[in-house]
């Protein structure tokens, strides 16, 4: 289950931008029982996860709804008060000292903006630089930069609520990078993207990535963002980091599988071909299951020689059935 | 400093974009004060000098009622509207990690709407007032510069009283009923109805001490010239700063508590 050891000590390991040890966050939710009278129960959302990662390093934080991402991103930010445990980004306590670690995060929401609505975009960039106090040259070059790789030369008159939801999402990013900041928290940032912007947006995060000066802590739904952008993933789900490696390894943990989709020229009996188990029927049409780490090509080759083989298609398997299977796992122990 | 500067600017700039609401709420603020100024002139033909006031004076209050209505929020419509949004959405989390304080912030972003509004939502219903009607018009430079200031002041003892009506939204997730009760209070206790100086007894006296009055009542007074030579101005104008001060250091009290206690709202 990867990296579980603790390491102690305020120095730490030199490099860790981010460290959690230990972080628990419990919420009090009532529930009515009566007319007057209420039930108090604990929702503990994060329930003790520790991890540290590494100055440059860009890093996947996934998990179902619920689970735990956003509320480690609000104790990350200093939001959120954490309720046991410690947590330490670029050396400073988040929620003893919000407003100084703000002038060196970047937070990105993909669900929300921090642009000024009914403002040009250039005057919330304006924005930015008075608020981080960002040197006019330097200023400058991280908004041309900006400009440049995301597309926004066009845009930057326009007032924010005419932008597209991709055209707002860029203008975001770029608002969250203009002042350097040493730690990127990225919580769905293509989230409701149409493919095209999406790969812009995963491009730029490549670039960012490249110049290796920042610390990304990217959250997701889409396991495309993961694959292009990041060598280390941590699943986390009811609060619990179920998993924290690379994402080969998360399919192996996960047991996650593939499923080939098959089209027999007539109605077929469910198929039996070695390394694969037929899971579904309907009409010509058959799904066969395998393991994500085995390779489809000696399979498809085993279906079309013995089997009337009209059409194929590979399924990859989803983010969420990976995890939900780690989850099964760790409940089956 | 720069930062709320240029929050400021924003602010006047954000309500600069919408010019055909401005003209509407103009139309809105000259139609009101007409048929308040025409009450207020039965009124006072009834009991002339009711609160000290002749009867320019009182259509001249009228008119700067309408001129403030906007700019002091006295029926409110600033900034707590959106904050009690940001909170109940959990936008305010964006406002949390900026490294800016939260309560400048509104403050600024409110001084730069109220800026907008004295220019867009006050000079030009005065402006309609006076080819209608005779008003009563600051005697020397001094006393519209002390307006100015009284209105500024008013501007900032509204903001303080309606951020801590948003901040209600962090316990109470809606705050649509408190942020009702506030304006009704306000209008009242601000002499939007009726000039203060008209309500006799201890409701009178009540009136004239509570900080609301600060939004109306004292910079019409400093512009009727009823505040009583200079240092009746400087003492108007403490009143107004006193309670900016205590309802601003109340507001950060409740802006630590809010923050370091309450939940912010969505995933």
């Known amino acids: ?113 921090t642009l000024w609505w009914d403002l040009p975009l250039r005057d ?96 997701t739904h889409d396991l495309t963002d993961i694959e292009q952008l990041c060598e280390r993933v941590m699943v986390i789900d009811h609060g619990r980091l179920v998993h924290d490696g690379d994402l080969a390894g998360l399919h192996a943990v996960g047991a996650s599988e593939r499923v080939l989709v098959v089209d027999f020229a007539r109605e077929l009996p469910a198929v039996d071909v070695p390394g694969a188990r037929t899971v579904r029927v309907e009409g010509p049409r058959q799904w066969l299951s395998f393991p994500a780490s085995a390779s489809a090509a000696p399979l498809v080759a085993e279906v079309a020689a013995r089997y009337p083989l009209v059409d194929l298609s590979v399924r990859e398997p989803a983010i969420e059935e990976v995890i939900a299977r780690l989850y099964g796992d760790r409940a089956s122990l | 400093m720069g930062v709320y500067r240029a929050v400021l600017a924003g602010g006047f700039r954000r309500y600069a974009t919408y010019r055909v609401a401005t003209l509407a709420g103009v139309f ?75 309560q400048g912030w509104w403050l600024a972003t409110d001084l730069g709407r109220a800026a907008f509004q004295v220019v867009g939502r006050g000079v030009l219903p005065m402006a309609v007032a006076a080819l209608l009607f005779p008003l009563a018009w600051p005697s020397s430079p001094l006393v519209w510069l002390a307006f100015l200031v009284a209105v500024a002041l008013g501007v900032v003892v509204s903001f303080a009283v309606r951020y801590l009506v948003a901040l209600v939204a962090f316990w109470l997730l809606d705050g649509a009923g408190v942020v009702i009760l506030s304006n009704l209070v306000a209008l009242f206790f601000s002499g939007m109805v009726l000039p203060l100086t008209v309500f006799p007894g201890a409701l009178g006296t009540a009136a004239r001490v509570l900080p609301w009055s600060a939004l109306l009542q004292v910079p019409a007074d400093v512009f009727l010239g009823r505040a009583g030579g200079a240092a009746g101005v400087l003492g108007r104008l403490a009143f107004q700063a006193a309670w900016a001060a205590v309802l601003l250091g109340a507001g950060r009290l409740m802006q630590s508590v809010a923050t370091r206690k309450v939940v912010v709202q969505g995933g």
Request: aromatic share 6%.
């Open chain 1, 1 to 113: 289950m990867g990296r579980t050891e603790v390491r102690d000590g305020t120095g730490g390991t030199g490099d860790a931008v981010i460290r959690l040890d230990g972080v628990c966050k419990v919420f009090d939710v009532y529930r009515r029982t009566g007319l007057l009278r209420r039930e108090r129960r604990e929702v503990r959302a994060v329930d003790g996860i520790s991890f540290e990662v590494a100055r440059g390093e860009t890093v996947g934080y996934i998990g179902p709804n619920g689970a735990g991402k956003s509320t480690t991103i609000k104790m990350l930010t200093g939001i959120l008060v954490p309720s046991g445990g410690s947590v330490r980004v670029a050396g400073i306590d988040p929620s003893r000292e919000r407003t100084r670690l703000a002038r060196r995060i970047g937070v990105v929401f993909g669900q929300r903006t």
């Open chain 1, 124 to 219: 919330s960039y304006d924005l930015v630089r008075r608020m981080y106090r960002v040197e006019p040259a330097r200023f400058r070059a991280n908004l041309d930069r900006c400009v440049d790789l995301l597309d926004l030369g066009p845009l930057l008159e326009v007032p924010v609520r005419q932008l597209s939801l991709g055209q707002r999402m860029r203008g975001d990013i770029a608002a969250a990078l203009l002042h350097d900041p040493e730690v990127l928290y990225l919580d769905e940032p293509t989230i409701g993207l149409d493919v095209i912007s999406k790969a812009k947006v995963r491009q730029f995060l490549a670039e960012v990535k490249a110049a290796g000066a920042t610390t990304v802590l990217l959250t």
């Open chain 2, 28 to 102: 809105t603020n000259a139609v009101f004060g007409m048929i308040m100024a025409y009450t207020y002139i039965a009124l006072w033909r009834v009991r002339p000098h009711l609160g000290g006031y002749d009867e320019t004076q009182a259509v001249t209050f009228v008119w700067l009622g309408q001129a403030l209505l906007t700019t002091t929020a006295l029926m409110g419509g600033g900034c707590e509207t959106e904050l009690i949004n940001r909170i109940r959405t959990g936008d305010v989390a964006i406002d949390l990690y900026r490294p800016v304080d939260l």
